[in-house]
């Protein structure tokens, strides 16, 4: 294929042809094209099918607002859906497909859907698949999706990086066209921090695509100055292809810079870049967008904008066609003919809808004033035009203009409610703009390019002395006020056959009709009930006619119907864009213990324990599954000696004078008591006198406590002792710091664990039973002088310590324990085989204390002291929480051994059906007891405590299974506790 | 949204953990008659305005301060940041000064 469109001039470098595939036919452009404009360039006007009908569909714009030309672009993994073949950088190589159709594009099997278009109107969803119920899931949602939907995701993993980035400003400019680069001029040349981000890859908007001069020189020759000078300053940050997307608080704006997607390769550099953009003040100069009118098959490829195609022509140099009509309501149109005339193109004719003298003199071209174009002819193109006055004019390209809509979307990203202008026939920005945004050009209504140039100057000058800069350099060329004449004209009446608003999502003037009819006369109604505006371009194009026709109908002004709220995205932002580098194994940032390498090289399994990765279990040669680790982890703990790094709960470290005080405060029982050189087991509160979390606090000295947290609540147990110091106590002497990973923990429990230390602690340390008991604390040294903490409490039920060093010595203490415990066959444990000693020791752990339960439903309710202030005990006595019948924490087993208990099993007293009436209680935590030889479980049993020895049953619906279970004391092991203490 | 510390000048909003109204500084007194009632209302009644609202927020990414921000729910401006700390010592002092 050649290039058969292609015109004369342009802003394309001729030097070189691009070469690149569309549908696997390999085609020629030129760098600085667009992919709409190469394509249009070589005669390949069909370049998609309609959402709905299946309508054959050509470019209609030539920028963001396109409704029609979505195309997927790369291969494999790298492709991606819905790209707008109008922003798509023509390079070396492209790829891209068309979408939306079964079989190729030119026999799209499913433009059958187009004969039954009667059939297929607004609500047709809804309306004909309510009934029956049960086909919706199995026929008719299957059909739909497999019908619907555009592109098509590649469904492998997206090989390419995203970033993301904060960046600051005095200024932003929101828009390089020319209000956009006389702001930015302005506050550059007045020493301003300014960011200019526009969303083309050549700066200059409309000037780029019009004929219009300043002082003397082409617009697109003065954007480029303007552009060299702005790159020559230090202070200002000229941003291409990026996309201010949306309008957040306090001048904050979501950027999406698209750094690599023009080039065949990222070759490792970002794709795209997500900024978060702090400015001080904003000048949102985001131009206008072009809308058509409705009229008879309005939806042809040839039928474009007239703005765009006069971009084609006078930017890249070309044209849909040989022989071209216009039709507009407006003057901006007749310059569209001119355009294209002197460009060579012949333009058969220029219908005005207003019935007035012709604008300009077009050789060839017939002018027909009040008319308009009722029907087109053509298939996959254009044949002719029919008018209202019944004349057939053949063309090959047909440029509608309907007018210009100012693009206020960011203005209205914080509620803005945008004013209808009767001159324009558009809504402009109202008086409710986000605070600091100010707006200049046509996006504010100034139309024309000499108001575009001084309100840029003028109103960025504004910001600057709003900030304390004084303006200088804000004089711009001389340049004209073209004419811009407009009368309101949204669809033509005389039209018999369907007549398109929203090109994306086949919306035509009768379902806008229908849903008045039926109804759905809100704005905001008639979106979701035609889905008009909704998709990739949210209606840029199609919202004004939609609502004009809408307000027709309805007998209302256009002003009183409103507009649907603009929010965030301006234009689709990716997802991996959002995601940015949070994604696998990144989506979270992870924590490794201080014994992570040794438990690495020493055949640990992972499990994530908040953010923490932790040993589950060691596995040893010949063992097949994780039981086998897990119960000889156990048994040989119990037997002699293991070890565990339990570095992961929180440590809080609090001193002061009050420090005493304020834990009596933070803890339901009571610490100010506590014993220098002593433990305690703490039990919190929430106000509302759940139980919060538990651990044990030692105090170290007079006015220095260590406090210990479970893993999960670490954070959020420090988050609320700096709430109750700083709100709740804000005259107590006492300070906190996290230590969590200041201190690497290890557990050594078991019968064995005293003469492995022994080994490890300096001698001039006792730790014999009489100097160091069961709940003692204490500083000491260890491998010959490196400083410790020791505590005597115990988890496990054995005769326990956990000793704690600084976090760097935390790899070696791992190693130096199991060193030492090697001729006691020590053994490294994880958390599975602490699990399983926890549940015979009949410990808590957030499975019972889930938010739900009370002390007293755990049997600490002694603990909670009603003598002292503290958080959640006025409310934790409350009738219903202190309940004598209440679920108590009890033991389980089952009544035949060799079952399995199954945790979350509710519990339904025997000879009682399994319903939620009869519900007693539920099992939560479960485990094969290896010490014991049968499954044991710990959970919530209606007054419990009083029914030891009952059998009752468990009952799991969701297993479908059900057993009898006896109720025991849940501390299966030791009850006595004489083992902790020997 | 930005959030003018008041040690630390304006940092993103990101930085900051949300609680809720700063009516929770007014912690009942556990003693008082009616101390059930009062720590009811304390635990569960909050206003929902449509307009300023005084809330805590917390810099847990940055120097663990608890504000108090008085914060327009509506537009989302911010007319005033003071350290918790501060208006917790505040009422205790005019609660003294009431005895």
Known sequence: MTQVNRLPGGLVDRSEEVKFQFNDKWMRGYPGDTLASALMANGQLLVGRSFKYHRPRGVFTAGSEEPNALVQLRRRAEQEPNTRATMIELFEGLYATSQNHRGSLEFDLLAINDFFAPFLSAGFYY???????????????????????????????????????????????????????????????????????????????????????????????????????????????????????????????????????????????????????????????????????????NDRPGILLAGAMRAYANRYAVAPGKQIAVF????????????????????????????????????????????????????????????????????????????????????????????????????????????????????????????????????????????????????????????????????????????????????????????????????????????????????????????????EEAGKTIPEVGTTIFRPPYTPVPLGALAGRARGKDFRPYRLTPSHK????????????????????????????????????????????????????????????????????????????????????????????????????????????????????????????????????????????????????????????????????????????????????????????????????????????????????????????????????????????????????????GNELNGQTTAHNIGLGKMVSQKKACIGNVLSQRPEMIREDAVRLVGFRPVDRSRKLIAGSHFITKGDTASMANDQGWMTSVAYSPNLGYSIGLGFLKEGQNRMGEIVRAVSPIHNTEMEVEVVSPHFIDPEGERLRG | MIIDHPLLGPRDAAEFVYLGDASLIDRPDWQAPDAMEKFHAYGYLRDNPAGEHQELWYHEQGDRSWLVVTRDTVTHTITKVELARDVARGKTKARGRGK
Not at chain 1, 190 to 203: C, H, N, Q, T
């Open chain 1, 127 to 297: 309306k004909t698949f309510m009934w029956p119920k049960a086909f919706w899931e199995k026929l008719y949602e299957p059909i739909i999706r497999s019908a619907a939907g555009l592109g098509r995701l590649s469904m492998k993993e997206d090989p390419d990086s995203y970033d993301k980035g904060f960046l600051h400003c005095d200024l932003l400019v929101i828009g390089a066209g020319p209000a956009g680069l006389a702001a930015a001029l302005t506050a550059g040349r007045s020493g301003a921090r300014v960011i200019l981000a526009d969303e083309d890859f050549r700066p200059g908007g409309r000037l780029n695509a019009e004929t219009l001069e300043l002082g003397g020189m082409a617009g697109h020759a003065w954007a480029e100055e303007a552009v060299k000078e702005l790159a020559e300053m230090d202070n200002v940050r000229l941003m291409s292809r990026t996309t201010v997307y949306g309008a957040y608080d306090h001048g904050i704006y979501g950027v999406l810079e698209r750094c690599t997607d023009h080039l065949r390769d990222s070759n490792g550099k970002p794709r795209q870049i997500l900024w978060r953009i702090y400015s001080k003040r904003a000048v949102l100069a985001a131009g206008a967008t072009e809308r058509p009118i409705a009229f008879g098959n």
């Open chain 1, 598 to 845: 040794w438990t690495e090289e020493n055949g640990a399994s992972f499990v994530t324990v908040g953010n923490w990765l932790r040993a589950e279990w060691y596995t040893q040669p010949g063992e097949k599954g994780w039981r086998d680790s897990v119960d000889r982890e156990v048994l040989q703990t119990r037997k002699s000696v293991g070890i565990c790094d339990v570095t992961t709960l929180g440590k809080i470290d609090i001193q002061g004078k009050d420090a005493g005080a304020f834990l009596d405060m933070v803890y339901a029982n009571t610490f100010s008591t506590l014993k220098v050189g002593r433990v305690r087991y703490g039990l919190m509160l929430r106000e509302d006198g759940i139980c919060y979390d538990d651990g044990t606090t030692a105090r170290m000295g007079e006015d220095h406590y260590v406090m210990t947290t479970t893993t999960a609540n670490a954070v959020l147990v420090f988050r609320r002792m700096e709430f109750v110091r700083q709100c709740l106590c804000p005259d107590m002497d006492v300070h906190l710091i996290s230590t969590t990973d200041g201190w690497a923990q290890f557990a050594v429990a078991g019968p064995k664990s005293r003469d492995l230390l022994r080994k490890v602690i300096d001698r001039d340390h006792d730790i014999s039973n009489d100097a160091f008991p069961f709940m003692a604390c204490g500083h000491v040294t260890v491998c010959g002088g490196t400083p410790a903490r020791l505590f005597r409490i115990s988890f496990s039920g054995e005769l326990a310590f956990e000793i704690a060093v600084p976090a760097r010595y935390g790899n070696s203490m791992m190693a130096v324990l199991n060193e030492a415990g090697k001729e006691f066959d020590a053994v490294p444990y994880g958390t599975e085989a602490l699990g399983v000693m926890r549940i015979e020791k009949g410990h808590c752990t």
């Open chain 1, 328 to 551: 507009t309501n407006n003057d901006d149109g007749w310059r569209t003919a001119a355009d294209l005339y002197a460009k060579g193109v012949e333009i058969t004719t220029v219908v005005d809808s207003r019935d007035k003298p012709a604008l300009l003199n077009i050789p060839g071209a017939r002018h027909f004033g009040g008319q308009a174009v009722m029907d087109t002819v053509g298939r996959a193109g254009m044949k002719s035009i029919q008018l209202t006055n019944g004349q057939v004019i053949p063309c090959d390209g047909l440029a509608v203009s309907g007018g210009w809509n100012p693009n206020v979307h960011l203005t209205c990203h914080q509620r803005g409610r945008p004013e209808w202008r009767e001159d324009l026939c558009a809504f402009v920005p109202g008086s409710d703009l986000p605070p600091g945004m100010v707006v200049a050009g046509a996006a504010n209504g100034a139309m024309t390019l000499a108001a575009a140039l001084s309100e840029g100057a003028v109103k960025a000058s504004a910001q600057l002395e709003d900030l304390g800069i004084k303006p200088k350099g804000g004089e711009m060329p001389q340049a004209e006020d073209e004419p811009r004449d407009c009368a309101a004209f949204w669809h033509v009446k005389q039209s018999k056959n369907r007549a398109w608003v929203d090109l994306q999502n086949d919306v035509t003037v009768k379902d806008v009709k229908l849903a008045n009819t039926e109804g759905f006369r809100s704005v905001e109604l008639l979106k979701r009930y035609t889905t008009m505006g909704m998709a990739t371009d949210q209606g840029k194009t199609s919202n004004i006619a939609g609502l004009a026709i809408l307000a």
